[in-house]
């Protein structure tokens, strides 16, 4: 037991220092990291209770080490994560700041457009869900869309927030390698990005809540979009994703909701709204999902309609 505690403390804290530290930084923890190892491996060996004595004092020096990373919001970011949505409440008005509406070329060059815009809260009449897959169909991103009655969609997405010229990595978001961005973009940027330019495949779901549900999840995400502002976060694989974080808002309208796999899984999220009973749509759950695929080019299809209309035209 004692060995096994020691190699996979080991294993756990080199990724953590690889991760979060480089250059001679890297280089002197893990030579530090090192050293304890054997000096605890060498205690063991001279007495039992020394051995153990010698890995919590090294595990104290690892955990004291990792609790001093502290997310920031002042790196340099990547252009599309560079600013995180800002929401000023007025009443039943709600200003969003920094609402994403990029025009994409490829999936990594756009002309930068930033805006500003107010929602009527009274106005407030559909939510629809939708899961992006690129790769695994049990893994997917996860965006909500929020539709106004004069015509106005918007589009919240919880994402990591990468600094100019990193890549998303799994395990660093077990490591506190990234942090935890709020985006609010328009369907003709976040959606069209991914089913025009990146080919992923995307389902829109529509979501049966009432107008007081509609309103308590917008406003969790304003919140969470204020919270952001005033104190950055990291995001986590597991625990702080963009359907776990999605989750802890809809606890708003529920606070027993059921918690299971389709959670990790978050492609299966229509199988989990579904046995909710607010999954929208008609038919076999089957049915719904393959009339939910947005085909990619929607508008070059139908030119007459705006880009909204166009990824629900069925």
């Not at 205690?43 to 609790?67: D, K, P």
């Not at 015509?151 to 990193?166: D, K, N, Q």
């Not at 490591?175 to 935890?180: D, M, N």
């Not at 992923?200 to 979501?207: C, H, T």
Request: with cysteine.
């Amino acid at each position: 037991m004692f060995f096994v505690i020691v190699s996979s403390g080991a294993a756990w804290s080199v990724t953590a220092i690889w991760l979060n530290l480089d250059g001679l930084a890297r280089a002197g923890a893990l030579g530090l990291l090192g050293s304890a190892v054997l000096a605890t491996l060498f205690a063991r060996f001279r007495r039992r209770r020394l051995g153990w004595a010698a890995l919590g004092l090294s595990a104290l020096g690892v955990v004291g080490w990792y609790q001093t990373i502290e997310p920031r919001d002042d790196r340099n970011w990547a252009f599309d994560v560079a600013r995180g949505v800002k929401a000023e409440v007025t009443g039943d008005q709600v200003t969003l700041r920094d609402l994403r509406d990029f025009d994409w070329q490829t999936q990594t060059i756009a002309t930068e457009r930033w805006i500003t815009k107010d929602y009527d809260l009274n106005q407030l009449q559909s939510v629809d869900m939708l899961t992006s897959v690129w790769d695994s169909p049990d893994i997917a991103h996860l965006l909500v869309s929020f539709g106004f009655s004069d015509g106005e969609r918007v589009v919240f997405s919880v994402e990591i927030r990468r600094e100019l010229g990193e890549d998303f990595s799994q395990i660093g978001g077990f490591f506190r390698q990234f942090e935890l961005v709020l985006i609010a973009a328009t369907e003709q940027d976040i959606v069209r990005l991914r089913t025009d330019k990146r080919r992923e495949q995307v389902r829109l779901f529509p979501v049966d809540l009432t107008q007081e549900q509609m309103r308590t999840m917008f406003m969790s995400y304003v919140e969470l979009a204020q919270e952001l502002d005033a104190e950055p976060r990291f995001y986590n694989t597991i625990a702080a994703n963009c359907t776990t974080v999605v989750y802890g808002l809809a606890r708003s309208l529920k606070s027993d909701l059921p918690l299971r796999k389709s959670l990790i899984l978050s492609g299966r999220l229509p199988e989990y709204l579904d046995d909710l009973g607010v999954l929208g749509g008609e038919g076999s759950l089957a049915d719904r999902q393959a009339s939910a695929l947005i085909m990619a080019d929607a508008q070059e299809r139908y030119p007459e309609m705006s880009f909204s209309q166009a990824i629900r035209a069925r």
